[in-house]
Protein backbone atom coordinates (compact mmCIF):
# COMPACT_ATOMS: atom_id res chain seq x y z
CA UNK A 1 0.00 0.00 0.00
CA UNK A 2 3.02 2.25 0.63
CA UNK A 3 3.44 2.49 -3.07
CA UNK A 4 -0.08 4.17 -4.16
CA UNK A 5 0.99 7.13 -3.05
CA UNK A 6 4.31 7.54 -4.62
CA UNK A 7 2.48 6.31 -8.22
CA UNK A 8 -0.19 9.43 -8.17
CA UNK A 9 -2.71 6.48 -9.60
CA UNK A 10 -6.18 7.47 -9.96
CA UNK A 11 -8.22 5.52 -8.00
CA UNK A 12 -12.02 4.39 -8.11
CA UNK A 13 -14.75 1.93 -6.20
CA UNK A 14 -18.24 1.78 -5.78
CA UNK A 15 -18.96 3.83 -2.78
CA UNK A 16 -22.36 2.41 -1.64
CA UNK A 17 -23.88 -0.67 -0.65
CA UNK A 18 -25.56 -2.46 -4.17
CA UNK A 19 -28.85 -4.46 -3.55
CA UNK A 20 -31.22 -4.50 -6.48
CA UNK A 21 -34.47 -2.72 -5.63
CA UNK A 22 -33.18 -1.46 -2.09
CA UNK A 23 -31.22 1.87 -2.66
CA UNK A 24 -32.77 4.86 -4.43
CA UNK A 25 -29.00 6.16 -5.21
CA UNK A 26 -25.58 4.29 -5.75
CA UNK A 27 -21.97 6.48 -5.85
CA UNK A 28 -19.16 5.82 -7.71
CA UNK A 29 -16.02 7.69 -6.50
CA UNK A 30 -12.68 8.24 -7.89
CA UNK A 31 -9.52 9.72 -6.59
CA UNK A 32 -6.37 11.33 -7.66
CA UNK A 33 -4.89 13.66 -10.18
CA UNK A 34 -6.61 12.06 -13.69
CA UNK A 35 -10.11 12.01 -11.87
CA UNK A 36 -11.27 15.55 -12.95
CA UNK A 37 -9.92 14.71 -16.76
CA UNK A 38 -11.84 11.36 -16.58
CA UNK A 39 -14.86 12.86 -15.21
CA UNK A 40 -14.87 15.15 -18.26
CA UNK A 41 -14.78 12.21 -20.61
CA UNK A 42 -17.90 10.46 -19.72
CA UNK A 43 -19.72 13.58 -17.71
CA UNK A 44 -21.96 15.60 -19.91
CA UNK A 45 -23.50 18.50 -18.36
CA UNK A 46 -26.37 20.59 -20.28
CA UNK A 47 -26.38 24.75 -20.14
CA UNK A 48 -23.46 26.72 -19.36
CA UNK A 49 -22.62 24.87 -15.69
CA UNK A 50 -18.94 25.14 -14.68
CA UNK A 51 -16.67 22.48 -12.80
CA UNK A 52 -16.22 24.21 -9.53
CA UNK A 53 -14.80 22.37 -6.33
CA UNK A 54 -17.27 21.81 -4.32
CA UNK A 55 -20.35 21.74 -6.54
CA UNK A 56 -22.52 20.26 -7.65
CA UNK A 57 -23.88 19.04 -11.54
CA UNK A 58 -26.69 17.91 -13.07
CA UNK A 59 -26.31 16.12 -16.21
CA UNK A 60 -25.78 12.60 -17.99
CA UNK A 61 -23.04 9.76 -18.08
CA UNK A 62 -22.26 8.94 -21.43
CA UNK A 63 -19.95 6.32 -22.86
CA UNK A 64 -16.89 8.73 -24.16
CA UNK A 65 -16.92 6.73 -27.80
CA UNK A 66 -20.74 5.87 -28.72
CA UNK A 67 -22.10 8.69 -26.66
CA UNK A 68 -24.44 6.28 -25.04
CA UNK A 69 -26.09 7.90 -22.26
CA UNK A 70 -25.77 5.35 -19.36
CA UNK A 71 -27.64 7.14 -16.59
CA UNK A 72 -28.87 10.62 -15.35
CA UNK A 73 -26.63 11.33 -12.82
CA UNK A 74 -25.37 14.28 -9.90
CA UNK A 75 -21.67 14.72 -10.38
CA UNK A 76 -20.05 16.08 -7.22
CA UNK A 77 -16.47 17.72 -7.73
CA UNK A 78 -14.22 18.26 -4.73
CA UNK A 79 -10.67 19.58 -5.60
CA UNK A 80 -7.28 19.00 -3.87
CA UNK A 81 -6.67 19.40 -0.92
CA UNK A 82 -10.08 20.11 0.29
CA UNK A 83 -11.24 16.58 -0.17
CA UNK A 84 -11.52 13.21 2.33
CA UNK A 85 -8.03 12.35 0.44
CA UNK A 86 -6.29 15.53 0.07
CA UNK A 87 -6.08 14.98 -3.46
CA UNK A 88 -9.05 15.11 -6.62
CA UNK A 89 -11.75 13.69 -5.25
CA UNK A 90 -14.80 12.90 -8.10
CA UNK A 91 -18.53 10.95 -7.40
CA UNK A 92 -20.77 10.33 -9.80
CA UNK A 93 -24.01 9.73 -7.99
CA UNK A 94 -26.16 7.58 -10.42
CA UNK A 95 -29.19 5.53 -10.09
CA UNK A 96 -29.44 2.84 -7.38
CA UNK A 97 -29.34 -0.94 -8.63
CA UNK A 98 -26.36 -2.83 -9.62
CA UNK A 99 -26.32 -2.37 -13.40
CA UNK A 100 -25.37 1.26 -13.88
CA UNK A 101 -23.12 1.85 -11.40
CA UNK A 102 -21.09 -1.24 -12.73
CA UNK A 103 -21.05 0.49 -16.26
CA UNK A 104 -19.96 4.03 -14.47
CA UNK A 105 -17.22 1.81 -12.89
CA UNK A 106 -15.68 -0.23 -15.71
CA UNK A 107 -15.68 3.04 -18.47
CA UNK A 108 -13.71 4.76 -15.79
CA UNK A 109 -11.73 2.09 -15.69
CA UNK A 110 -11.37 1.80 -19.10
CA UNK A 111 -10.17 5.74 -19.16
CA UNK A 112 -6.97 4.98 -17.20
CA UNK A 113 -8.52 4.66 -13.29
CA UNK A 114 -7.62 1.92 -10.98
CA UNK A 115 -10.00 -0.12 -8.96
CA UNK A 116 -9.20 0.33 -5.02
CA UNK A 117 -8.00 -1.85 -2.74
CA UNK A 118 -10.01 -2.10 0.54
CA UNK A 119 -9.37 1.04 2.46
CA UNK A 120 -7.49 2.83 -0.08
CA UNK A 121 -9.59 5.96 0.29
CA UNK A 122 -9.10 6.46 3.72
CA UNK A 123 -5.46 5.03 3.56
CA UNK A 124 -4.71 7.93 1.40
CA UNK A 125 -6.63 10.73 3.79
CA UNK A 126 -3.83 9.08 6.28
CA UNK A 127 -0.65 9.32 4.41
CA UNK A 128 -1.68 12.89 2.39
CA UNK A 129 -2.47 14.18 6.87
CA UNK A 130 -5.67 14.27 6.26
CA UNK A 131 -6.29 12.05 9.03
CA UNK A 132 -4.19 10.08 12.14
CA UNK A 133 -4.48 6.52 12.76
CA UNK A 134 -6.49 6.33 15.63
CA UNK A 135 -9.07 8.44 13.08
CA UNK A 136 -8.65 6.53 10.47
CA UNK A 137 -9.59 3.35 12.38
CA UNK A 138 -12.69 5.36 13.52
CA UNK A 139 -13.81 5.64 10.35
CA UNK A 140 -14.27 2.15 9.89
CA UNK A 141 -15.51 1.55 13.52
CA UNK A 142 -18.75 4.42 12.39
CA UNK A 143 -19.15 2.55 9.24
CA UNK A 144 -19.51 -1.27 11.12
CA UNK A 145 -21.21 0.41 14.37
CA UNK A 146 -24.13 -1.81 15.76
CA UNK A 147 -25.58 0.70 17.95
CA UNK A 148 -25.96 4.01 18.58
CA UNK A 149 -23.24 3.83 21.70
CA UNK A 150 -20.59 2.45 19.07
CA UNK A 151 -21.08 5.33 16.22
CA UNK A 152 -20.54 8.07 18.98
CA UNK A 153 -17.94 6.25 20.29
CA UNK A 154 -16.40 6.43 16.57
CA UNK A 155 -17.34 9.97 16.05
CA UNK A 156 -15.07 10.84 19.45
CA UNK A 157 -12.40 8.83 17.79
CA UNK A 158 -12.55 10.92 14.09
CA UNK A 159 -12.69 13.99 16.19
CA UNK A 160 -9.46 13.85 17.63
CA UNK A 161 -10.66 12.94 21.26
CA UNK A 162 -8.15 9.81 21.90
CA UNK A 163 -5.32 11.38 19.27
CA UNK A 164 -4.71 14.39 20.88
CA UNK A 165 -4.19 13.69 24.59
CA UNK A 166 -1.77 10.30 22.98
CA UNK A 167 0.38 13.29 21.45
CA UNK A 168 0.28 15.49 24.56
CA UNK A 169 1.96 12.19 26.43
CA UNK A 170 4.41 11.59 23.55
CA UNK A 171 4.92 15.16 23.78
CA UNK A 172 5.61 15.12 27.80
CA UNK A 173 7.70 11.76 27.11
CA UNK A 174 9.80 13.84 24.08
CA UNK A 175 10.50 16.58 26.51
CA UNK A 176 12.14 14.02 29.32
CA UNK A 177 14.11 12.82 26.68
CA UNK A 178 15.80 15.77 25.67
CA UNK A 179 16.31 17.20 29.37
CA UNK A 180 18.00 13.58 29.65
CA UNK A 181 20.21 13.66 26.87
CA UNK A 182 21.33 17.68 27.21
CA UNK A 183 22.21 16.04 30.65
CA UNK A 184 24.45 13.22 28.95
CA UNK A 185 25.59 15.25 26.37
CA UNK A 186 26.58 18.53 28.76
CA UNK A 187 25.69 17.88 32.18
CA UNK A 188 28.34 20.18 32.88
CA UNK A 189 27.56 23.00 31.46
CA UNK A 190 23.82 22.25 32.93
CA UNK A 191 22.07 22.49 36.34
CA UNK A 192 21.85 19.36 38.00
CA UNK A 193 18.56 17.16 37.01
CA UNK A 194 15.37 17.82 38.52
CA UNK A 195 14.64 13.84 39.55
CA UNK A 196 11.14 14.59 41.57
CA UNK A 197 10.01 16.50 38.99
CA UNK A 198 11.14 13.94 36.16
CA UNK A 199 9.70 10.88 38.03
CA UNK A 200 6.67 13.23 38.77
CA UNK A 201 5.91 13.61 34.90
CA UNK A 202 6.19 9.80 34.59
CA UNK A 203 3.57 9.46 37.15
CA UNK A 204 1.16 11.56 35.43
CA UNK A 205 1.71 9.67 32.92
CA UNK A 206 1.32 6.38 33.46
CA UNK A 207 -2.04 7.47 35.56
CA UNK A 208 -3.31 8.44 31.97
CA UNK A 209 -2.56 5.24 30.04
CA UNK A 210 -4.01 3.02 32.65
CA UNK A 211 -7.19 5.58 31.78
CA UNK A 212 -6.82 4.62 28.85
CA UNK A 213 -6.28 1.41 29.20
CA UNK A 214 -9.40 0.60 31.03
CA UNK A 215 -11.52 1.36 28.07
CA UNK A 216 -10.17 -1.11 25.97
CA UNK A 217 -13.01 -3.86 27.19
CA UNK A 218 -15.99 -1.37 27.34
CA UNK A 219 -15.10 -0.70 24.00
CA UNK A 220 -14.73 -4.09 22.15
CA UNK A 221 -17.92 -4.89 23.76
CA UNK A 222 -19.31 -1.90 22.01
CA UNK A 223 -17.62 -2.89 18.83
CA UNK A 224 -18.50 -6.34 18.29
CA UNK A 225 -21.40 -6.95 20.56
CA UNK A 226 -22.34 -10.00 23.04
CA UNK A 227 -23.90 -13.30 22.24
CA UNK A 228 -26.49 -14.54 24.49
CA UNK A 229 -27.64 -18.44 24.29
CA UNK A 230 -31.09 -19.02 25.43
CA UNK A 231 -30.63 -22.71 26.34
CA UNK A 232 -33.14 -25.35 28.15
CA UNK A 233 -35.28 -28.39 27.64
CA UNK A 234 -38.08 -28.48 25.19
CA UNK A 235 -41.29 -25.95 25.86
CA UNK A 236 -39.72 -24.31 28.44
CA UNK A 237 -40.43 -21.03 26.43
CA UNK A 238 -37.26 -20.64 24.94
CA UNK A 239 -38.85 -19.76 21.86
CA UNK A 240 -41.35 -17.27 23.33
CA UNK A 241 -38.70 -15.67 24.89
CA UNK A 242 -36.88 -14.44 21.89
CA UNK A 243 -39.72 -13.68 20.04
CA UNK A 244 -41.01 -11.08 23.17
CA UNK A 245 -37.31 -9.52 23.18
CA UNK A 246 -37.29 -8.94 19.50
CA UNK A 247 -40.83 -8.14 19.10
CA UNK A 248 -41.06 -10.51 16.35
CA UNK A 249 -41.77 -13.94 15.41
CA UNK A 250 -38.44 -14.91 14.59
CA UNK A 251 -38.93 -18.71 16.27
CA UNK A 252 -42.03 -21.09 16.31
CA UNK A 253 -44.00 -21.34 19.22
CA UNK A 254 -45.89 -24.28 19.85
CA UNK A 255 -47.12 -26.61 22.74
CA UNK A 256 -45.22 -29.63 21.25
CA UNK A 257 -41.63 -30.22 22.25
CA UNK A 258 -39.04 -30.31 19.89
CA UNK A 259 -40.03 -27.47 17.57
CA UNK A 260 -36.96 -25.42 17.37
CA UNK A 261 -34.52 -27.33 15.03
CA UNK A 262 -32.05 -25.52 14.78
CA UNK A 263 -30.40 -22.04 16.26
CA UNK A 264 -32.46 -19.15 15.41
CA UNK A 265 -30.67 -15.98 15.89
CA UNK A 266 -31.87 -12.18 16.14
CA UNK A 267 -29.88 -8.85 16.72
CA UNK A 268 -30.68 -6.22 19.67
CA UNK A 269 -29.62 -3.25 21.51
CA UNK A 270 -29.07 -3.06 24.94
CA UNK A 271 -28.16 0.01 27.28
CA UNK A 272 -26.15 0.83 23.81
CA UNK A 273 -24.63 -2.60 23.48
CA UNK A 274 -25.34 -5.14 20.60
CA UNK A 275 -26.31 -8.45 21.50
CA UNK A 276 -26.97 -11.43 19.58
CA UNK A 277 -29.47 -13.92 20.72
CA UNK A 278 -29.66 -17.31 19.79
CA UNK A 279 -32.57 -18.89 20.58
CA UNK A 280 -31.38 -23.37 20.64
CA UNK A 281 -33.12 -26.14 19.92
CA UNK A 282 -34.33 -27.54 23.05
CA UNK A 283 -31.55 -30.22 24.67
CA UNK A 284 -33.25 -33.57 25.15
CA UNK A 285 -32.47 -37.20 24.21
CA UNK A 286 -33.97 -37.84 20.93
CA UNK A 287 -34.10 -40.34 17.76
CA UNK A 288 -34.61 -37.68 15.24
CA UNK A 289 -31.85 -37.21 13.39
CA UNK A 290 -32.86 -33.38 12.50
CA UNK A 291 -33.63 -32.79 15.79
CA UNK A 292 -30.09 -34.26 17.10
CA UNK A 293 -28.15 -31.94 14.69
CA UNK A 294 -29.98 -29.25 15.35
CA UNK A 295 -29.13 -30.53 19.73
CA UNK A 296 -25.46 -30.51 18.79
CA UNK A 297 -25.50 -27.02 17.34
CA UNK A 298 -27.34 -25.65 20.38
CA UNK A 299 -24.68 -27.13 22.79
CA UNK A 300 -21.68 -25.44 20.32
CA UNK A 301 -23.58 -22.11 20.78
CA UNK A 302 -24.11 -22.28 24.28
CA UNK A 303 -20.38 -22.97 24.17
CA UNK A 304 -19.39 -19.81 22.15
CA UNK A 305 -21.88 -17.48 23.58
CA UNK A 306 -20.42 -14.93 25.78
CA UNK A 307 -23.62 -15.03 28.24
CA UNK A 308 -25.91 -18.08 28.70
CA UNK A 309 -29.45 -17.86 29.63
CA UNK A 310 -30.84 -21.04 31.77
CA UNK A 311 -34.13 -21.18 31.10
CA UNK A 312 -36.44 -23.09 33.09
CA UNK A 313 -40.32 -24.07 33.53
CA UNK A 314 -42.15 -22.46 36.96
CA UNK A 315 -45.01 -25.26 36.38
CA UNK A 316 -42.71 -28.03 36.33
CA UNK A 317 -39.89 -26.84 38.70
CA UNK A 318 -36.16 -28.10 38.66
CA UNK A 319 -35.95 -30.97 37.21
CA UNK A 320 -33.61 -33.78 36.32
CA UNK A 321 -33.07 -32.82 33.01
CA UNK A 322 -32.57 -29.13 33.78
CA UNK A 323 -30.06 -30.18 36.20
CA UNK A 324 -28.21 -32.27 32.81
CA UNK A 325 -28.47 -29.26 30.83
CA UNK A 326 -26.85 -27.21 33.23
CA UNK A 327 -23.93 -29.20 33.95
CA UNK A 328 -23.39 -29.59 29.46
CA UNK A 329 -23.25 -25.86 29.46
CA UNK A 330 -22.33 -24.61 32.68
CA UNK A 331 -19.81 -21.55 32.44
CA UNK A 332 -19.48 -18.74 34.20
CA UNK A 333 -21.43 -16.30 33.01
CA UNK A 334 -25.19 -17.47 32.55
CA UNK A 335 -28.53 -16.07 34.10
CA UNK A 336 -31.54 -18.34 35.22
CA UNK A 337 -34.48 -17.19 33.26
CA UNK A 338 -37.83 -18.81 35.32
CA UNK A 339 -40.20 -19.14 32.62
CA UNK A 340 -44.48 -19.10 32.98
CA UNK A 341 -44.39 -17.33 36.37
CA UNK A 342 -48.33 -16.37 35.20
CA UNK A 343 -49.06 -20.30 35.64
CA UNK A 344 -47.81 -20.46 39.72
CA UNK A 345 -48.27 -18.72 42.89
CA UNK A 346 -45.83 -16.46 44.10
CA UNK A 347 -45.02 -19.18 47.06
CA UNK A 348 -44.50 -21.84 44.60
CA UNK A 349 -42.16 -19.26 42.58
CA UNK A 350 -40.49 -18.55 45.55
CA UNK A 351 -39.39 -22.07 46.78
CA UNK A 352 -38.05 -22.76 43.44
CA UNK A 353 -35.32 -19.83 43.49
CA UNK A 354 -34.13 -21.57 47.02
CA UNK A 355 -34.59 -24.79 45.17
CA UNK A 356 -32.41 -23.52 42.04
CA UNK A 357 -29.86 -21.94 44.36
CA UNK A 358 -29.19 -24.40 46.54
CA UNK A 359 -29.15 -27.44 43.55
CA UNK A 360 -27.20 -25.53 41.45
CA UNK A 361 -24.84 -23.57 44.00
CA UNK A 362 -25.59 -20.46 42.42
CA UNK A 363 -26.11 -17.70 45.53
CA UNK A 364 -24.60 -14.81 43.46
CA UNK A 365 -25.98 -15.57 39.75
CA UNK A 366 -28.80 -13.75 38.76
CA UNK A 367 -32.13 -15.26 38.64
CA UNK A 368 -35.07 -13.54 36.61
CA UNK A 369 -38.60 -14.23 36.81
CA UNK A 370 -40.93 -14.02 33.86
CA UNK A 371 -44.09 -14.69 31.57
CA UNK A 372 -42.22 -14.54 27.91
CA UNK A 373 -45.49 -14.96 26.41
CA UNK A 374 -47.44 -11.84 28.35
CA UNK A 375 -43.76 -9.96 27.36
CA UNK A 376 -43.25 -10.05 31.67
CA UNK A 377 -39.62 -9.63 32.99
CA UNK A 378 -37.91 -8.18 29.90
CA UNK A 379 -36.61 -5.22 31.98
CA UNK A 380 -35.13 -6.91 34.34
CA UNK A 381 -33.77 -9.39 32.20
CA UNK A 382 -31.76 -6.87 30.51
CA UNK A 383 -30.92 -4.91 33.65
CA UNK A 384 -29.40 -8.69 34.46
CA UNK A 385 -27.46 -8.73 31.24
CA UNK A 386 -26.12 -5.56 31.59
CA UNK A 387 -24.85 -6.25 35.44
CA UNK A 388 -23.51 -9.01 34.15
CA UNK A 389 -21.48 -8.03 32.01
CA UNK A 390 -20.39 -5.48 34.60
CA UNK A 391 -22.00 -1.97 31.89
CA UNK A 392 -25.13 -0.80 33.62
CA UNK A 393 -24.24 2.34 32.64
CA UNK A 394 -22.22 2.09 29.66
CA UNK A 395 -23.62 5.09 27.62
CA UNK A 396 -21.94 7.20 25.03
CA UNK A 397 -21.94 10.40 27.23
CA UNK A 398 -20.30 8.26 29.88
CA UNK A 399 -17.57 7.14 27.71
CA UNK A 400 -15.44 9.69 26.00
CA UNK A 401 -13.75 7.77 24.18
CA UNK A 402 -12.58 3.80 24.01
CA UNK A 403 -9.21 2.13 22.61
CA UNK A 404 -9.56 -0.95 20.21
CA UNK A 405 -6.88 -4.05 20.77
CA UNK A 406 -4.35 -2.81 18.44
CA UNK A 407 -4.49 0.87 20.45
CA UNK A 408 -4.45 -1.38 23.57
CA UNK A 409 -1.43 -3.14 22.81
CA UNK A 410 0.62 -0.47 21.60
CA UNK A 411 -0.10 1.79 25.13
CA UNK A 412 0.71 -1.69 27.33
CA UNK A 413 4.20 -1.23 25.55
CA UNK A 414 4.54 2.05 26.39
CA UNK A 415 3.57 1.37 29.85
CA UNK A 416 5.49 -1.23 30.26
CA UNK A 417 8.95 0.85 29.34
CA UNK A 418 7.78 3.73 31.69
CA UNK A 419 7.48 1.40 34.75
CA UNK A 420 11.15 0.09 33.39
CA UNK A 421 12.22 4.22 33.51
CA UNK A 422 10.65 4.34 37.14
CA UNK A 423 12.74 1.08 38.09
CA UNK A 424 16.00 2.72 36.28
CA UNK A 425 15.50 6.02 38.39
CA UNK A 426 14.93 3.97 41.59
CA UNK A 427 18.11 1.97 41.12
CA UNK A 428 20.19 5.56 39.84
CA UNK A 429 21.41 3.99 37.18
CA UNK A 430 23.31 6.25 34.53
CA UNK A 431 21.05 8.60 32.24
CA UNK A 432 21.99 6.47 29.23
CA UNK A 433 19.69 3.74 30.64
CA UNK A 434 16.74 6.05 31.45
CA UNK A 435 16.70 7.07 27.69
CA UNK A 436 16.41 3.28 26.42
CA UNK A 437 12.51 2.79 27.62
CA UNK A 438 11.95 6.21 27.47
CA UNK A 439 12.61 6.18 23.54
CA UNK A 440 10.36 2.72 23.49
CA UNK A 441 7.70 4.50 25.10
CA UNK A 442 7.89 6.98 22.74
CA UNK A 443 8.21 4.67 19.36
CA UNK A 444 5.07 2.67 21.11
CA UNK A 445 3.22 6.01 21.63
CA UNK A 446 3.66 6.81 18.06
CA UNK A 447 2.34 4.02 17.24
CA UNK A 448 -1.08 4.69 18.02
CA UNK A 449 -1.43 7.80 16.12
CA UNK A 450 0.61 6.62 13.22
CA UNK A 451 3.98 8.78 13.32
CA UNK A 452 5.59 5.20 14.17
CA UNK A 453 4.07 3.04 12.01
CA UNK A 454 5.21 -0.04 9.61
CA UNK A 455 3.71 -0.48 6.30
CA UNK A 456 3.11 -3.93 7.69
CA UNK A 457 0.67 -2.70 10.07
CA UNK A 458 -0.79 -0.66 7.50
CA UNK A 459 -1.84 -3.59 5.68
CA UNK A 460 -3.32 -5.25 8.50
CA UNK A 461 -5.62 -2.16 9.52
CA UNK A 462 -7.23 -1.47 6.04
CA UNK A 463 -7.37 -4.29 4.83
CA UNK A 464 -10.75 -4.64 7.27
CA UNK A 465 -12.12 -1.75 5.34
CA UNK A 466 -14.67 -2.11 2.67
CA UNK A 467 -13.24 -1.13 -0.80
CA UNK A 468 -14.97 1.97 -1.34
CA UNK A 469 -14.07 3.58 1.83
Not at 222 to 245: C, D, E, M, Q, Y
Not at 313 to 328: H, K, P, V
Not at 404 to 419: F, G, H, I, T
Not at 453 to 460: C, P
Request: proline share 3%; charged share 20%.
Amino acid sequence: MGEVLATGETIVAIATAIVPQQGSVGIVRMSGTESQAIAKQLFYSPGRQTWESHRILYGYIRHPKTQKTIDEALLLLMLSPRSYTREDVVEFHCHGGIIAVQQVLQLCIELGARLAQPGEFTLRAFLNGRLDLTQAESVAELVGSQSIAAAQMALAGIQGKLANPIRELRATCLDILAEIEARVDFEEDLPPLNESEIIGQIHHVLEELSRFLATADTGELLRTGLKVAIVGRPNVGKSSLLNAWSRSDRAIVTNLPGTTRDVVESQLVVGGIPIQVLDTAGIRHSEDQVEKIGIERSRQAAQSADLVLLTLDATMGLTEADLEIYQQVKTNHFIVVINKIDQVNSQELEQLKITVIQCLNIENQAIVPMAAALNQGLPELENAILNAVQAGNVQASNLEFAINQRQAAALSRAKLCLEQVETTIRDQLPFDFWTIDLRGAIHALGEVTGEEVTESVLDRIFSRFCIGK
